[in-house]
């Protein structure tokens, strides 16, 4: 088994970062090579701006290249509670803006020709409890009513043409969700960006922000220092750097997945064979999918605990686990692959983005950006150029959690909470 992502040891290397120091000045910094900042230079960079990608590590090999390659439509958050907390049309923008972002990674693919099995097959939210059912019919009933024509209840019988397993009592489908191979789309991403003309710095890890007056900086980083008329924050859960009024707002919370060997013969078809994304409804709950060449990518927030190669094992098994207690047909099943990555978590679990002391900023996916972040990168890359002012997640004020300072000690206690939650729901 290796311990690694699947998606970066069976993508080529991206090849086009640049050589030497930073340049002394850039219309464009952006820190963070991640999707978020990849879009966002790409796009700047299509603009005519002059822009510096500042990578601490290599691009798209974060959260970015260790996710479960789900590019879902739908919100994470039940619509009902999101409209009741934020209005009928806010939460309908919400929603409306994943619907959105699936289209611009659509769109980004087709355009820049990265080869990334990107396919709309739909997404599954599969009941795991009996009880989870009447809500979710009523949950399909509002959103086709107020803001999803598409979304289809599925009954446990009609669930189980879909997924070959009994732990499933019913499911809400979307149409619109799509997968596809993360690290070739990170890659892809980062080449097309250095392709449009920015330059993207790996091993370029940002220490220092001076502010030079009206939103320009100084930054320094280990590959040098550069003046910036604009900065983007696309760090995600970062723990190191000048972040850290970004760190009192987002917690960085440790997600693991599993990659099984290529499954024989028409296994992969006979468990899933709508090739469709699945999220269960649990809080502790997992994801999971297939992939073209017949592996079952199966993950969750099996500890809460971060990312490390002793947690990464332990949560291989806590997942192989739960793998084989849905399919039981898995039992003698090889994983190949066991890994981990950080989910830069807000605590109302929406993404944020806007302007902090002149800096721009889009982060807080909240396990939710693989189609997000890219969307949201192109969407900050316009508010830069002051092309865009209506970023439906600039929402203004975004209080800092109280009583974190950047080292989430009270996880274990979230996690207890969610578990018991879960047992009682
Ligand atoms: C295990 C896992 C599974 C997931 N599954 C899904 C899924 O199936 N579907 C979905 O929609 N979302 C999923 N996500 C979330 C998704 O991957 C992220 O929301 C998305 O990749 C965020 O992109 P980003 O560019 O904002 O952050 P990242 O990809 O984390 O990039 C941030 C970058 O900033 C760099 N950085 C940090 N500090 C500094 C510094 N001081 N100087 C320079 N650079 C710095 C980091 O090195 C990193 O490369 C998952 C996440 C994880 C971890």
Not at 179 to 196: E, I, K, N, Q, T
Not at 329 to 343: F, K, M, N, P
């Amino acid at each position: 088994m290796k311990a690694d992502s699947y998606w970066i040891d069976t993508a080529p290397a991206f090849d086009g970062g640049a050589s030497g120091p930073v340049p002394a000045r850039a219309d464009a910094v952006v820190i963070g090579g991640g999707y978020t900042g990849l879009a966002a230079a790409r796009a700047l960079a299509m603009a005519g701006a002059r822009v510096v990608v500042l990578e601490a590590g290599r691009a798209a090999h974060a959260a970015s290249g260790r996710n479960g390659g789900q590019c879902n439509n739908g919100l994470a958050q039940d619509f009902g509670s999101m409209a009741g907390a934020y209005g009928l049309d806010r939460a309908r923008a919400f929603y409306r803006d994943f619907d959105d972002a699936v289209t611009t990674v659509e769109t980004l693919v087709r355009d820049e020709g990265i080869d990334c099995d990107f396919s709309q097959g739909g997404k599954l939210k599969l009941a795991a409890k009996p009880e989870h059912v009447a809500k979710l019919e009523a949950s399909a009933e509002l959103l086709r009513r107020e803001v999803d024509a598409d979304v289809t209840f599925l009954d446990a019988a009609e669930t189980r043409r879909e997924v070959a397993s009994d732990t499933f009592h019913g499911a809400l489908l979307f149409r619109r969700s799509a997968s596809m191979h993360v690290g070739r789309f990170g890659a892809g991403l980062a080449a097309a960006a250095a392709r449009r003309g920015a330059q993207v710095f790996e091993n370029a890890f940002v220490s220092r922000l001076e502010p030079l007056g009206g939103g320009r900086y100084r930054v320094t980083s280990t590959r040098g220092v550069v003046d910036a008329e604009r900065v983007l924050i696309a760090t995600g859960a970062s723990e190191k750097g000048p972040f850290g009024w970004f760190r009192r707002r987002i917690v960085p919370i440790g997600s693991f997945i599993v990659a099984t060997e290529p499954l024989p013969g028409d296994m992969r078809r006979r468990i899933l064979p709508g090739a469709r994304t699945c999220t269960t409804t649990r809080l502790i709950g997992n994801f999971f999918r297939t992939t073209p060449d017949d592996r079952l990518i199966f993950g969750g927030r099996a500890r809460f605990a971060l990312p490390g190669p002793r947690d990464d094992a332990k949560s291989g098994i806590v997942l192989r686990r739960a793998m084989v207690g849905m399919f039981p047909e898995l039992a003698q099943t090889r994983i190949d692959y066991c890994w981990g990555g950080v989910v830069d978590m807000s605590a109302d679990r929406l993404p944020h983005a806007g302007r902090h002391e002149g800096l721009f900023f889009a982060t807080g996916f909240s396990g939710h950006g693989t189609q997000m972040s890219v969307h949201l990168g192109a969407a900050m890359a316009a508010a830069m150029l002051g092309t865009r002012s209506d970023v439906v997640w600039d929402q203004g004020r975004w209080p800092a959690i109280t009583g974190h300072y950047g080292k989430p000690w009270f996880l274990p206690a979230v996690g207890a909470w969610y578990r018991i939650k879960d047992a009682l729901s």
